[in-house]
């Protein structure tokens, strides 16, 4: 079956800086993929939906200077934490969207924020 | 407003039991997910249903789009099932909206 891979799988950093998350659909072109955020014994929380060659389109209340999308190819989105804090740390996921077969999630990111 | 519900919100069996979640929503929907996220765990898609029936090893996805419901069977289940079970439904008004509406999911503890 489609894979989607997420890089790194945890990552620790400290106040103020940021880290990028990768997103890359392995074996299928996604012009469509979407990051979502989830916190402790909560459902998923869809932040933004990225697509290929244009800008993300955000959710509402999601601030889109301190997570920025970047969809640079068919097979790759990154997401990047800007300045982060630890209100930030949470668990990240991606999914991928191909065409007529719906969404592949990826393995998620977890992100802690010192 | 589109809803997602699931049933029931936490479920403890004892290993071998037969166990049934319930996923109903509200609107016509053009596809329907059921996902599994185990603690501290990524999110492992199980099934894509748009309708009728799907079967993987132990699991069994239902569909029936009539009645706007979805079931996932467990057979035999095992401790390792014990993880949390969300279903995840794709609206047919949507357009070229692929976004997803998400249940609150289900807590499945399986005791040896």
Same mark, same amino acid.
């Given at each position: 079956?489609?894979?989607?891979?997420?890089?790194?799988?945890?990552?620790?950093?400290?106040?103020?800086?940021?880290?990028?998350? $990768?997103?890359?659909?392995?074996?299928?072109?996604?012009?469509? @993929?979407?990051?979502?955020?989830?916190?402790?014994?909560?459902?998923? @929380?869809? @932040?933004? /939906?990225?697509? $290929?060659?244009?800008?993300?389109?955000? $959710?509402?209340?999601?601030?889109?200077?301190?997570?920025?999308?970047?969809?640079?190819?068919?097979?790759?989105?990154?997401? /990047?934490?800007?300045?982060?804090?630890?209100?930030?740390?949470?668990?990240?996921?991606?999914?991928?969207?191909?065409?007529?077969?719906?969404?592949?999630?990826?393995?998620?990111?977890?992100? /802690?924020?010192? | 407003?589109?809803? =997602? *519900? %699931?049933?029931?919100?936490?479920?403890?069996?004892?290993?071998?039991?037969?166990? +049934?979640?319930?996923?109903? #929503?509200? =609107?016509?929907?053009?596809?329907?997910?059921?996902?599994? %996220?185990?603690? !501290?765990?990524?999110? =492992?898609?199980?099934?894509?249903?748009?309708? !009728?029936?799907?079967?993987?090893?132990?699991?069994?996805? +239902?569909?029936?789009? %009539? *009645?706007?419901?979805?079931?996932?069977?467990?057979?035999?289940?095992?401790?390792?099932?014990?993880? =949390? #079970?969300?279903?995840?439904?794709?609206?047919?008004?949507?357009?070229?909206?692929?976004?997803? +509406?998400?249940?609150?999911?289900?807590?499945?503890?399986?005791?040896?």
């Amino acid at each position: 079956g489609a894979v989607v891979s997420q890089h790194p799988s945890w990552v620790i950093c400290k106040s103020g800086t940021s880290v990028k998350i $990768e997103c890359r659909s392995l074996d299928f072109q996604a012009t469509t @993929m979407f990051w979502y955020r989830q916190f402790p014994k909560q459902s998923l @929380m869809l @932040m933004a /939906t990225s697509n $290929e060659g244009s800008k993300a389109t955000y $959710e509402q209340g999601v601030e889109k200077d301190k997570f920025l999308i970047n969809h640079a190819s068919l097979t790759l989105s990154t997401l /990047t934490v800007t300045s982060a804090h630890p209100e930030d740390s949470s668990f990240y996921i991606c999914s991928a969207y191909r065409v007529t077969y719906e969404q592949y999630f990826g393995p998620g990111t977890r992100l /802690t924020v010192t | 407003k589109n809803e =997602v *519900e %699931q049933s029931p919100q936490n479920l403890t069996a004892q290993e071998g039991e037969f166990i +049934t979640i319930n996923c109903s #929503y509200s =609107v016509g929907i053009s596809a329907l997910h059921w996902l599994q %996220q185990h603690p !501290g765990g990524g999110i =492992v898609s199980l099934f894509m249903l748009s309708s !009728g029936k799907k079967k993987h090893g132990r699991l069994i996805a +239902t569909i029936n789009i %009539q *009645e706007k419901h979805s079931s996932l069977h467990i057979t035999a289940s095992h401790p390792r099932d014990s993880a =949390v #079970y969300i279903c995840a439904v794709r609206w047919r008004s949507g357009g070229s909206n692929y976004k997803l +509406t998400f249940g609150k999911g289900t807590l499945l503890t399986v005791n040896p």
